[in-house]
C-alpha cells in the first residue's frame, strides 16, 4: 500500500512496469469490455473468470482465498460469493460517479495515494504493535478453553 501510494509520482522512473504484463492487462481488459455488454449468461460468467485476472489487491486476496478453501467447488462458491458481495459497491460506484463533476472526480483520484499511505502506514504500526505472548518457564502452555476436560 505504501509502495502505490509513491508509485505514479516517484518510482515510475526506476520501476517499470513490464512490457508484457502492461499488454497482458490491455487484452483483459477489452476481453471484458466486449463481454460487459453481453446480455448471456455465458458472457457474464467469462466477465466473472476474467475478472480475476485483473491486477487488483482485493480480487487477489479473494483468489488465495479461494484457494486455501481445499476443494474447487468451495473454492469456486468462495469466488462466487465474494462477487456477489461486491455487486452494491461496484452498482453504487457506477450510479454515483454521474453525481460527481470531473472536477470533483479528479480530485478523489489525487486523494487516493494519500489515503493508500495513511491506510498502509496504520497497518505496519498494527502490525508492529502485536504482543506476542512469552513464556521464560520453557514449560508448554495450554490455552484452557481447548483443554478443558468438559470438552472431552
Same mark, same amino acid.
Given at each position: 500500500?505504501?509502495?502505490?501510494? &509513491? ?14 504484463? +502492461?499488454?497482458? &492487462?490491455?487484452? @483483459? ?9 453481453? #446480455?448471456?449468461? !455465458? ?5 466473472? *473468470? ?18 486455501? *478453501?481445499?476443494?474447487? +467447488? +468451495? ?5 462466487? /460469493? ?7 459497491? *461496484? ?6 460517479? +454521474?453525481?460527481?463533476?470531473? =472536477? &470533483? #472526480?479528479?480530485?478523489? #483520484? ?7 499511505? &495513511? !491506510?498502509?502506514?496504520?497497518? =505496519? ?8 505472548? @512469552? ?9 484452557? /478453553? ?7
Amino acid at each position: 500500500m505504501l509502495l502505490y501510494a &509513491v508509485w505514479p509520482s516517484r518510482l515510475d522512473h526506476v520501476l517499470r512496469v513490464p512490457a508484457f504484463w +502492461q499488454k497482458s &492487462v490491455a487484452k @483483459v481488459k477489452s476481453g471484458m469490455a466486449g463481454l460487459l455488454h453481453s #446480455r448471456s449468461v !455465458a458472457g457474464w460468467v467469462a466477465l466473472g *473468470m476474467l475478472n480475476g485476472l485483473l491486477p487488483c489487491g482485493m480480487v487477489y486476496l479473494a483468489v488465495v482465498s479461494a484457494v486455501a *478453501m481445499g476443494s474447487a +467447488q +468451495q473454492g469456486a462458491a468462495y469466488m462466487f /460469493l465474494f462477487g456477489l458481495g461486491t455487486i452494491p459497491a *461496484m452498482m453504487a460506484v457506477g450510479f454515483f460517479k +454521474q453525481w460527481f463533476s470531473p =472536477v &470533483v #472526480r479528479t480530485k478523489m #483520484r489525487r486523494l487516493t495515494p494519500i489515503l493508500m499511505a &495513511v !491506510a498502509g502506514v496504520w497497518l =505496519v504500526a498494527r502490525g508492529l504493535m502485536i504482543q506476542f505472548p @512469552v513464556n521464560f518457564s520453557g514449560a508448554p502452555t495450554e490455552i484452557p /478453553l481447548c483443554h478443558s476436560p468438559s470438552l472431552r
